[in-house]
């Protein structure tokens, strides 16, 4: 016997599901009236009794069951209205099968409001048992054993609008949860497309702001000798060629570092320390004389610490070759350590007067006008500095010029040895 329950258990159950599905296509109201009229139908049974005898039990079977139509838009009033419909029947000491509306009415309350509210619902259901089964039940035992099976029903039910309103819950969360991480993945993107977005214009300005300000003091360099020297004005032409093809180079690697399938990314790697000595060749030619000094191994430092190296003085000695006077000249520094890169860019050019703004070395890429001239020059490279945790340093020198000073961090400094040396 047991065999055959477990056998058939599955196939019991189909119905059940089939009937859940069929009224989740349904719109709820007509669903739940469906039902009501089920519940009326099949408990009443609308019998020629019923119609032959006084029409008190028709009214109660109709009070009993329509209001099942509205109990998902108000389970609680619903559930109260029922057991009133109840109560009544208790009081006119009619059984009535319209009772299971009883069951709906609390499965609704436990799946569609608070808990609070499921409990007091069934503590009503258990009182309307204990009543029921006191008028109704049979003198030998019959009392008990008929509160012990109603209240195991009602628990039942309870219970089972409980977990269907907790799995609710749980999927609302989990949707809520997708939707929330839909959109903060949406987020990162922008983000991560904005950094790209400002990393491109920081790399495109610098090659492009460097090279053109080379061309240009090249040129003018070309015109002011090409009656007295020509031969000087043919070397600074050929100088602009060289630089132009050099501007045209750094845009491909660049362009072809943003695309994965781009051969020239894996043959021309990004500039880095060792070609600081072509950019200062190529400032020396544009007509800035500039110093070198690199201590330290420079090997171990990061492709992408050195190219922001390369980046910070490129940005610096193109300040200075646009707006310092002429006759100035530059200094670069960089100090490499296995923990950090130090730069220092300074420049010796002094102002026209004492009150006139620093022209040696101002803070942006642009052309001077009427004040200090402005840019994002000194902004990007702060940027760039700031994603090794470095900081830098933009300004005047005391006796003319100007200065800057970055510090890249590679990797945090190794904690100090306690004085005694190993744990104890």
């Known amino acids: 016997m047991q065999w ?4 058939l258990r599955p196939y019991a159950a189909r119905p059940v599901r089939a009937l859940f599905r069929a009224g ?8 739940d009236a469906l039902l009501a009229a089920a519940v009326l139908l099949g408990s009443a049974g609308l019998t020629s009794e019923v119609y032959q005898g006084p029409p008190g039990p028709l009214v109660l079977h109709a009070a009993l069951a329509l209001p099942l139509v509205w109990r998902r838009r108000a389970p609680l009033t619903v559930f109260c209205a029922v057991a009133a419909a109840a109560f009544a029947q208790w009081l006119a000491d009619v059984q009535l099968l319209t009772d299971v509306a009883l069951l ?51 628990a039942a039910v309870a219970a089972t609008g409980t977990n269907a309103r907790t799995r609710r819950a749980y999927l609302a969360s989990l949707e809520d949860r997708a ?13 991560a497309a904005a950094d790209e977005r400002a990393r491109i214009a920081r790399e495109m300005h610098d090659i492009v702001t460097h090279n053109l300000s080379v061309m240009v003091a090249l ?9 007295r020297s020509p031969d000087r004005a043919t070397a600074a032409m050929r100088q602009i060629s060289g630089t132009g093809r050099q501007a045209l180079t750094d845009m491909r690697r660049f362009l072809g570092v943003l695309r994965a399938d781009e051969p020239d990314a894996r043959r021309h790697p990004m500039p880095g320390i060792a070609q600081l000595d072509s950019l200062i060749g ?5 007509g800035l004389p500039t110093r070198l000094r690199v201590a330290g191994d420079p090997a171990p430092v990061p492709a992408a610490a050195q190219l922001t190296v390369y980046r910070l003085v490129q940005e610096a000695l193109t300040n200075t070759l646009k707006h310092a006077p002429a006759g100035t000249r530059a200094e670069v520094r960089v100090r490499c350590s296995p923990t950090a890169v130090a730069l220092d860019v300074t420049d010796d050019g002094r102002t026209a007067h004492a009150s006139d703004p620093p022209s040696s070395g101002p803070p942006s890429s642009d052309p001077p006008s009427s004040g200090p001239p402005r840019g994002h020059g000194v902004s990007g490279m702060r940027e760039r500095v700031a994603a090794y945790g470095g900081s830098l340093d933009a300004g005047p020198l ?12 590679l990797r945090p400094a190794p904690a100090p040895v306690p004085a005694g040396g190993g744990a104890a």
């Open 179 to 191: 939707v929330r991480l839909e959109r903060e993945r949406d987020q990162r993107a922008r983000l």
């Open 219 to 227: 040129a003018d360099g070309a015109v002011f000798a090409q009656e």
């Open 4 to 7: 055959g329950l477990t056998v």
């Open 282 to 286: 190529r400032m020396r030619a544009a």
């Open 104 to 154: 709906v009415a609390l499965y609704t309350v436990a799946a569609r409001s608070s808990p609070r509210r499921a409990l007091a619902a069934w503590a009503v259901l258990e009182l309307g048992v204990v009543l029921a089964s006191a008028r109704w039940a049979t003198p030998d035992g019959g009392f008990l054993r008929s509160v012990v099976f109603l209240s195991a029903v009602a």
């Open 24 to 31: 989740a296509r349904f719109p709820p109201i007509a669903f």
């Open 398 to 409: 005391p006796g003319g010029g100007w200065r800057i000073s970055a510090t890249l961090a």
